[in-house]
């Protein structure tokens, strides 16, 4: 697709728009970097133009004149992105959502909320709570992502083990579209059987389908207490095993998460929390379990310690205060940062059947022999959902560049191979694309290059992301 470049006219009708004091030209240098990259590897991409519109009518002006003259436009949250969804790759207008950002309603009597896409995801759970209901979906990320940037990626986190991932909380949304209409997905019920599911459609679409302006949320009602454990365990894989040991007993935690001993030390190191581990322990579970009643909670425990018996395991820290428990959550939240602030890193999503975790793992690590190189991982055991962190170190920039690729083709073959797939909650986006091949067959490639063109058949949003 050839897109044209902005001329000064261009730059100032769309900036007038908006107003150009909500605009960043390429003048601003200074003004333009925040907008260069998101959290993805050490990426960087220059727009051609910042807006930062108010609501729904100004991004439909927006697109209707980039939609007229072929220029491509990114969608952008908070950047927090671990995909590259939110860069500039072609160029463009960079069209940032950060002041979209009210909490429009909470509906008690329908457990419901409407809500712009720019407010934080863990201000619109705090703002929820305090009205004791529910918003569950988490990533590690809450307190900076935005919840359209979470919609976008269909985005999952901690919490998603047993309350589901955001996908599951949308009712509907409002969306611009590409050639600048401006629509509902669907409608504000519980149930909808009223003809195919755009709603859905939208939801995970990376910012190529749509932009997102207002979302309806469903709510459920908070479960006040919970019980936190850190797990140490002397085998990675045995951690692994455990995992769908536990689900088997009977047991749903509200979060099973996974931490390899490098992943803890590096983050006990990045936060200086100074903790210590005994020389023998080789990875972590952290289990949060919540509910109404904490008797039930500790017969819940008492199941899970059954559990865990069985496998050769170290001193269990239950966390007995809150500041423990945030500690805990601190330490877990962290691991991005703290491989981040190591070295320059790749990191995979893979996601399989919970069960294949430990051949994961094991696989993971013989690859990583095989090709020369490091990897840091942790993540979402409860799902299957592991993030593997492949650390550059001392590699060299061509085994980095040209041989590490086909050691990464290699873990997603052996995801597939397991029933699993290439990304679980971070999206495919920019860096992903070069491997959708080996999860996604021509038929489906065909299907969704034929929606994305009939939703936006000059291809101006979001260009270079997917496929
Ligand atoms: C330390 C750290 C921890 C993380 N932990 C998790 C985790 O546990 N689980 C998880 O799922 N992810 C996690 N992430 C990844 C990231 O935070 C999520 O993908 C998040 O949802 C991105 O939100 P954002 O607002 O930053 O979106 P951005 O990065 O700005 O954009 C992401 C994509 O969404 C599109 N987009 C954004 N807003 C809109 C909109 N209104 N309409 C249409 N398209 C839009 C963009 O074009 C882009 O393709 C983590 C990231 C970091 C840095």
């Known amino acids: 697709m050839e897109f044209n470049i902005l001329t ?4 100032r009708a769309l900036a007038a728009i908006i107003g150009e004091e909500y605009a960043v030209l390429p003048t601003d240098a200074e003004g333009m970097q925040h907008y260069t990259h998101d959290e993805t590897e050490d990426l960087r991409y ?18 209707r004149l980039c939609h007229e003259n072929i220029i491509p436009v990114t969608p952008r949250g908070a950047g927090t992105g671990l995909s590259g969804g939110a860069l500039a790759v072609h ?26 896409p720019g407010v934080i995801t863990q201000v619109f759970q705090e703002a929820v709570i305090a009205r004791g209901l529910y918003y569950p979906p988490d990533p590690s990320s809450r307190g900076s992502c935005f919840l359209g940037g979470n919609l976008s990626e269909s985005s999952g986190g901690p919490r998603a083990v047993k309350y589901g991932v955001t996908k599951d909380y949308v009712l509907n949304m409002e969306v611009v579209l590409p050639t600048g209409e401006i629509t509902w997905t669907g409608a504000n019920v519980l149930k909808n059987a009223t003809g195919y599911n755009l709603t859905q459609l939208l939801i995970g679409s990376e910012g190529t389908l749509g932009v997102i302006t207002k979302i309806v949320f469903r709510l459920i009602p908070y479960p006040p207490q919970n019980l936190v454990m850190l797990v140490p365990f002397r085998k990675e894989e045995e951690a692994c095993a455990a995992v769908s040991r536990i689900f088997m007993a009977g047991i749903v935690p509200s979060a099973l998460e996974f931490m390899e001993r490098d992943a803890i030390e590096w983050t006990s190191r990045y936060l200086g929390l100074g903790m210590v581990m005994a020389e023998d ?54 691991v991005g940062h703290a491989v981040k602030s190591n070295s320059i890193y790749k990191e995979e999503d893979t996601v399989v059947p919970r069960a294949q975790l430990p051949v994961l793992l094991r ?4 690859i990583g022999e095989r090709y020369a190189f490091k990897s840091v991982c942790y993540g979402h055991a409860g799902d299957g959902n592991l993030h593997i962190n492949i650390v550059k170190g001392d590699m060299s920039d061509d085994d980095w560049d040209n041989k590490l690729p086909e050691g ?60």
């Open 8 to 11: 000064p006219e261009l730059t």
């Open 46 to 63: 220059m727009p051609e133009l910042v807006l930062k519109p108010k609501n729904a009518a100004e991004i439909s002006r927006i697109m």
């Open 91 to 116: 160029g463009g207008v960079v069209l940032s959502t950060e002041r979209l950002n009210a909490i429009i309603q909470i509906d008690e009597q329908n457990l419901q909320a409407t809500v712009e």
């Open 281 to 334: 322990e080789r990875a972590h579970l952290l289990i949060e379990l919540d509910g109404n009643d904490m008797d039930l909670l500790y017969k819940d425990a008492e199941r899970v310690y059954e559990v865990l018996e069985t496998f050769d395991v170290g001193e269990i820290l239950v966390a007995d205060t809150e500041k423990q428990k945030e500690d805990l959550w601190r330490l877990r939240r962290n």
């Open 363 to 366: 696989g993971v690590k013989e």
């Open 408 to 467: 990464i083709k290699e873990i997603f073959r052996l995801c597939v191979s397991l029933g699993g797939t290439i990304s679980g909650e971070h999206g495919i986006g920019l860096v992903q694309r070069p491997y959708i091949g080996i999860a996604l067959n021509e038929v489906q490639l065909y299907l969704m290059r034929g929606i994305k063109q009939l939703f936006d058949p000059r291809g101006i949003l979001n260009p270079g992301k997917i496929f």
